[in-house]
C-alpha cells in the first residue's frame, strides 16, 4: 500500500527518512521511467534538492507544515519563478517567469519540494495530453493509452508514483477527466476558491487550480494548502471554511441527500453508467437519501463551454506575439509579418482551431447569436444547479462518458473530442467544486472516475463523501505496477 | 456654400492616480524606459489586473463635475485589437456600461455641449523610434485614462476650442489630472461633418486623431470645415476615415490605417468583477469637491465684486485662486490682492503653464500681510508693488524690504518711539528747550521728518515731544 501524504509526513518527521532521500528517491524513478511515460517535461532536480534541504531543516521544528519535505509537480501552466513555464506550446518555449503563481508562493513557503513541471495539452486545450509540443504523456496504467487531458502529466505522475501530489488546473474538465483515466483523485475547487493569480490563463471565468492525488485524503491536505482568497485575483474569494477539511473526512452518510440527474447518464459506456449505479447503491445502503432530478439546460452545456472558453481564449492568447518573451520567428519583413508568422509557427492546430472559434463568436454581428447567447444559458445553467442544491447535497455522475482512449485515437476529429467533456464541463460553467474518484475498472483494465459535484464552497461535502466511497469501496482499481515504491 | 458644423469631441485625459489602474506601479511621467513595470502591465501569461479604486473615484469626481448621471454598477471590458505597444492585446476599457453618462458643459454663450459619456480605461505603452529600430517603453502601460465623449453640438471652431478649454479647466480644478496637452495627458481627437443649414442628418464625418493644443483644435476645426467643404461644393463626397492635423501646414490629411477595419470584439473581462458604488459614496465624493471654477468665477465678479476681466485671469488656475482666496482669508482686500496677483506677479510668468503652475515663493500669509499695508494706505500701491517684487524675487517677508521713507503715515507708536530716537540724538537741543530756547525743538523735528522721509504728523511729533520732555 502507497504511502500517503500524513505517513510521509510522519516517517520525515520521525526520521526514517530526510527529505533530500525522499526527493531523490523520486528523482530516480523518474529517471526510470519517465523517458516512457513523459509525464514530466521540465526537470528541476536542482532546485529540487536545494528545496529538500531546507524541508530538512525546517522540520527539526514540530510545526513544520504537512506538506514539507513532500516532493510534487505542478502543470507546465503554473508560473514558477525561474523555471520554465511554458503550457507545453512552442510559442512559450523558453519562458521563465520572474514571479511565481499564488499556489506555488504557498506551498513553497510550506517547505514544498518541486520535481519539475508536468506535461499537459497546449495551453490546456484538448481531452488527452496530445497537443503537447513535447508529444503526449502515457497512461502509466496502460501505455497504449492517452492519460487524458489537459492536466495528464499531472494524472500520470501520481498514478506512477514520480510525484507525491500534483497540480493541475481545471477548465472543463481538466483534472477530473484525466484523473478518471488514470486511475487517481483529482479536486476541482470552487471557482475562488484558489489564487488563479499565476496560472497561464485559457477560459478565465472557469479555469481552476486543484489537486491531483492518490486518495481523498492527500487531495483534502492539498486543498488545504492552497485555498484562500488572494488581493492578486479579484475572482478569488477568502471563504471561512472553518477548521482544516483534511480533519474533518470521517464522516457517514446516513442522510445525505444525493442527487442522480439522468442527463449526465446520456451517450455514457454502460460499463461505466453500471459502475456509477453500483456506487450509488453503495451510498444508498448506508442511509445517503438517492434524490432523482433532472438538469435539462445541461446537453446545452458543450455548446455554452466552448463558446465562452474559446472566447476568452481568443483574448487571452492575443499576448503571444514574440515581442516580449517565447519564440519569435527567424525572419520577417515587418512587425505584422513577425506576429503572424510568430503565431503561425507556435500555436498548434487544436490552439488556432480554438482562437478562430474564440474571435469568430465574439465578432460583430456573431456576438448576440453566440457569445451574448452562451453566458445567458450559463446563467440558466447555474439556476438549475442552484435548484438541485436545494434538495440535494451532492451530486453524483460519472466524470468521462469513456475510459481512456488509445493514443493518437481521436485526435482526427475535434468534435467528437469536445463530446468526451459532457460530464465535466456543467461544474466550471456553474463554478462549483467536483471531485473524482476511482470506481472501477472496465473490460481492459481502465480506471473508470465517479465525479462528486457539491455547492459552492461546500469542498467538506464532497470531500467527506469521496472518502467514505473510498474507505468503503474497497479495492476499485489495480494498483500501478512499478514507482517510487514508497 | 455655407454649410453648419457639426462637430464632437473625445477627449482622453491621464489621471493623476499615484498608481496605475490595474496594479501597484507607479505613474510617475518620465523615468527610464520600462522601469515603472511590473508582470501585470506588462501583460505577463498569468498575471491578473486589480481595479485601483483612485480612479473609480477620480472618474466618478470628473463626472459629477460635468453634470453627469453617474452609474452605480459598472464593469470592466476587453477591446481586442493588436499592437505592439498593447501588451496583452487587449485594452481594459469600458463599453455599454461607462461610469458616468449624460452631462454637459455650459460654454460662455450659454449654449450648452452635452457630453454622452465618461469611461475609464487603461493607456497602452509608448513605442520609440530611433535608428531604424522600433523600441517599446511600458512605462504608460496601464496608467489610468477616461475617456470624455461630447455629444456632437458644437458647431464652430471658436466652440470646439471653448470645450476643450473649459473641459480642462474644471478636470484641472478638481484635482484629477493636470491636462498637460503637450505631455499627452490630454488628448483630444475631434468628430467633423457638415450639412446644409436645416438639414435633420448628418453628414459623412471624418475624426481628426490626437490633436495636441487648444489653438490646434481650432485650427483643426476650420481646416477640415473647409477642406470637407470644398469636396462638397465641388459635388464630390466626404469619405470616412482617420485624419491627422499637421500643424506646420495647418492642413489635416488621412492617416495610415492601422487595422483594415476595426472589430474590437467586446466582451466583459472575465477577470475584473462588476463592481457597484453605493450612493453614500457618490455623495461622499460630490461633498469632496471643491467649488468648480464657473461658480468661483460668478462669485468673485457678483460677490467679491471684481471686474469681469481679472476675475477670469484668476479664477483659471487652480493655484492662483487659492493664493487669492488664501490672502483673502488672512483679511487682505478683494481689490488690492487681485490687482497685485494679476499685475505684479503674473508679469513674472509668461506662459500659461508658469501661470498654472503657480510657483511663487511667498506664502498666501506674507502676502496678505503686504496687501493689508496697502488697504489701511501705509504704503501707496506703487511702493507696494516694488515691495512685492523684491519678497518674489527674495522669498522674504515683507517687512525685509519697507524702509519707513516708505510708509505713508506713521503709527502713534513709531512716532513715539522716533521722538525718543530724537531725544536720545540731541541732548543739547532737549537741554536747550528745557531752558526756555522753544525753537530748539525745530532740531528734533527735523530728525523725525528726515527719518520719515517728512511723512510723519508734525503736530502730533510735539505733542509727544513736550510730553517726554516733560514740558
Not at chain 1, 73 to 79: R, T, V
Not at chain 2, 30 to 42: F, R
Request: aromatic share 8%; net charge negative; charged share 25%.
Amino acid at each position: 500500500m502507497r504511502a500517503g501524504i500524513p505517513e510521509l509526513a510522519k516517517r520525515l518527521r520521525n526520521r526514517e527518512i530526510s527529505a533530500v532521500e525522499l526527493t531523490k528517491a523520486y528523482i530516480d524513478v523518474i529517471e526510470k521511467l519517465n523517458p516512457t511515460l513523459n509525464a514530466y517535461v521540465h526537470l528541476t532536480y536542482d532546485t529540487a534538492l536545494k528545496a529538500a534541504e531546507q524541508a530538512d531543516q525546517m522540520l527539526k521544528d514540530d510545526d513544520a507544515p504537512m506538506l514539507c519535505g513532500i516532493p510534487m509537480a505542478l502543470k507546465d501552466n503554473i508560473c514558477t519563478d525561474g523555471l520554465p513555464t511554458t503550457c507545453c506550446s512552442k510559442i512559450l518555449k523558453g519562458f521563465m517567469p520572474y514571479y511565481d503563481a499564488a499556489v506555488w508562493e504557498k506551498l513553497k513557503k510550506q517547505g514544498a519540494v518541486l520535481l519539475g513541471k508536468t506535461n499537459m495539452d497546449e495551453f490546456a486545450m484538448g481531452s488527452t495530453s496530445e497537443t503537447s509540443c513535447y508529444g503526449a504523456p502515457l497512461n502509466p496504467r496502460n501505455t497504449d493509452y492517452v492519460t487524458g487531458g489537459s492536466s495528464g502529466g499531472s494524472a500520470a505522475a501520481v498514478c506512477a508514483n514520480l510525484a507525491v501530489y500534483t497540480l493541475g488546473s481545471d477548465t472543463g474538465g481538466s483534472i477530473r477527466q484525466p484523473a478518471s483515466f488514470c486511475g487517481v483523485v483529482g479536486l476541482k475547487p470552487t471557482y475562488g476558491a484558489v489564487s488563479r493569480y499565476g496560472l497561464i490563463a485559457y477560459g478565465s471565468s472557469l479555469d481552476q487550480i486543484g489537486p491531483l492525488t492518490n486518495s481523498v485524503k492527500d487531495a483534502a491536505i492539498v486543498f488545504d494548502a492552497i485555498k484562500g482568497g488572494d488581493k492578486r485575483d479579484q475572482t478569488s474569494v477568502d471563504y471561512d471554511y472553518g477548521s482544516s477539511l483534511a480533519e474533518c473526512l470521517d464522516r457517514d452518510v446516513k442522510g445525505m441527500r444525493i442527487g442522480v440527474a439522468e442527463e449526465f447518464f446520456d451517450g455514457i459506456n454502460p460499463e461505466i453508467k453500471s459502475r456509477i449505479e453500483e456506487a450509488v447503491k453503495l451510498f444508498e445502503r448506508n442511509g445517503a437519501v438517492i434524490e432523482s432530478i433532472r438538469l435539462p439546460a445541461l446537453k446545452l452545456s458543450l455548446p455554452v463551454y466552448y463558446i465562452i472558453a474559446c472566447a476568452e481564449a481568443s483574448s487571452n492568447l492575443g499576448r503571444y506575439d514574440g515581442i516580449r518573451y517565447g519564440h519569435r520567428t527567424s525572419s520577417y519583413a515587418s512587425i505584422d509579418d513577425m506576429i503572424v508568422k510568430t503565431r503561425g509557427e507556435g500555436f498548434g492546430d487544436e490552439v488556432k482551431r480554438r482562437i478562430m472559434l474564440g474571435t469568430y463568436v465574439l465578432s460583430s454581428g456573431y456576438y448576440y447569436a453566440y457569445y451574448k447567447k452562451a453566458c445567458l444559458i450559463r446563467d440558466e445553467i447555474n439556476r438549475e444547479f442552484d435548484a438541485v442544491f436545494e434538495k440535494c447535497d451532492v451530486l453524483i455522475a460519472p466524470t468521462a462518458p469513456n475510459t481512456a482512449f488509445p493514443l493518437n485515437y481521436k485526435s482526427a476529429s475535434p468534435v467528437e473530442m469536445y463530446l468526451s467533456d459532457i460530464c465535466t464541463v456543467p461544474v466550471n460553467i456553474a463554478g462549483v467544486p467536483a471531485i473524482s474518484v476511482p470506481c472501477g475498472e472496465d473490460n481492459k483494465g481502465l480506471p473508470i472516475g465517479m465525479q462528486i459535484i457539491g455547492r459552492r464552497f461546500d469542498e467538506a461535502t464532497i470531500l467527506q463523501a469521496a472518502h467514505f466511497y473510498e474507505q468503503s469501496a474497497g479495492k476499485v482499481t489495480g494498483a500501478y505496477e512499478g514507482g517510487a515504491g514508497i | 456654400m455655407n454649410y453648419e458644423i457639426v462637430c464632437g469631441i473625445e477627449t482622453h485625459i491621464e489621471l493623476a492616480t499615484k498608481t496605475k489602474i490595474f496594479c501597484g506601479c507607479t505613474t510617475e511621467f518620465g523615468g527610464e524606459p520600462n522601469t515603472h513595470c511590473c508582470p501585470v502591465c506588462t501583460g505577463q501569461p498569468g498575471s491578473l489586473p486589480i481595479l485601483n479604486q483612485k480612479v473609480v473615484e477620480y472618474a466618478i469626481k470628473a463626472g459629477l463635475a460635468l453634470n453627469c448621471k453617474i452609474n452605480t454598477k459598472s464593469h470592466m471590458d476587453r477591446k481586442n485589437y493588436v499592437y505592439p505597444d498593447l501588451p496583452k492585446a487587449y485594452q481594459i476599457s469600458q463599453y455599454d456600461e461607462p461610469l458616468c453618462e449624460k452631462g454637459y458643459i455650459e460654454l460662455d454663450s450659454g449654449k450648452r455641449i452635452g457630453i454622452t459619456r465618461i469611461h475609464i480605461e487603461e493607456d497602452a505603452g509608448k513605442l520609440i523610434h530611433e535608428n531604424g529600430y522600433t523600441y517599446i517603453d511600458y512605462n504608460r502601460s496601464g496608467v489610468p485614462l477616461i475617456e470624455i465623449v461630447s455629444e456632437p453640438d458644437i458647431s464652430s471652431a471658436e466652440e470646439a476650442r471653448e470645450y476643450a478649454e473649459k473641459l480642462q479647466l474644471i478636470m484641472r480644478h478638481i484635482g484629477i489630472s493636470d491636462c498637460k496637452m503637450q505631455e499627452g495627458s490630454m488628448r483630444c481627437d475631434v468628430n467633423l461633418s457638415l450639412r446644409k443649414p436645416g438639414d435633420t442628418h448628418f453628414g459623412v464625418r471624418t475624426e481628426i486623431k490626437n490633436i495636441n493644443s487648444l489653438t490646434f483644435i481650432q485650427k483643426a476645426v476650420m481646416a477640415e470645415a473647409e477642406r470637407q467643404a470644398d469636396i462638397l461644393d465641388a459635388g464630390g463626397t466626404v469619405v470616412q476615415q482617420t485624419m491627422r492635423y499637421d500643424e506646420q501646414t495647418n492642413s489635416v490629411a488621412p492617416m495610415r490605417d492601422k487595422e483594415n477595419s476595426d472589430d474590437y470584439r467586446y466582451f466583459p473581462d472575465p477577470d475584473i468583477l462588476r463592481f457597484s458604488i453605493d450612493d453614500g459614496k457618490v455623495e461622499e465624493i460630490r461633498a469632496s469637491l471643491p467649488e468648480l471654477p464657473f461658480d468661483k468665477l460668478k462669485r468673485y465678479v457678483n460677490v467679491l465684486g471684481l471686474p469681469e476681466a481679472t476675475a477670469r485671469q484668476i479664477f483659471k488656475y487652480r493655484k492662483v485662486a487659492e493664493f487669492f482666496e488664501g490672502a483673502l482669508a488672512e483679511g487682505a482686500g478683494v481689490k488690492n490682492t487681485a490687482n497685485l496677483i494679476v499685475g505684479t506677479i503674473f508679469s513674472n510668468m509668461d506662459t500659461e503653464e508658469e501661470k498654472e503652475l503657480f510657483a511663487v515663493r511667498i506664502s498666501a500669509a506674507q502676502f496678505a500681510a503686504l496687501v493689508k499695508l496697502a488697504d489701511e494706505k501705509k504704503i501707496n500701491i506703487g511702493v507696494a508693488q516694488g515691495i512685492l517684487q523684491k519678497m518674489l524675487d527674495s522669498g522674504k517677508p515683507a517687512e525685509e524690504f519697507i524702509k519707513p521713507e516708505d510708509l505713508v503715515g506713521i503709527s502713534d507708536e513709531q512716532l513715539e518711539s522716533l521722538c525718543r530716537e530724537a531725544i536720545d540724538a540731541n541732548q543739547r537741543a532737549v537741554d536747550d528747550v528745557r531752558n526756555g530756547k522753544e525753537k530748539a525743538i525745530n532740531v528734533m523735528f527735523g530728525y523725525i521728518m528726515k527719518k520719515t522721509g517728512g511723512k510723519a504728523d508734525i503736530r502730533k511729533a510735539e505733542d509727544i515731544l513736550r510730553k517726554l520732555i516733560g514740558l
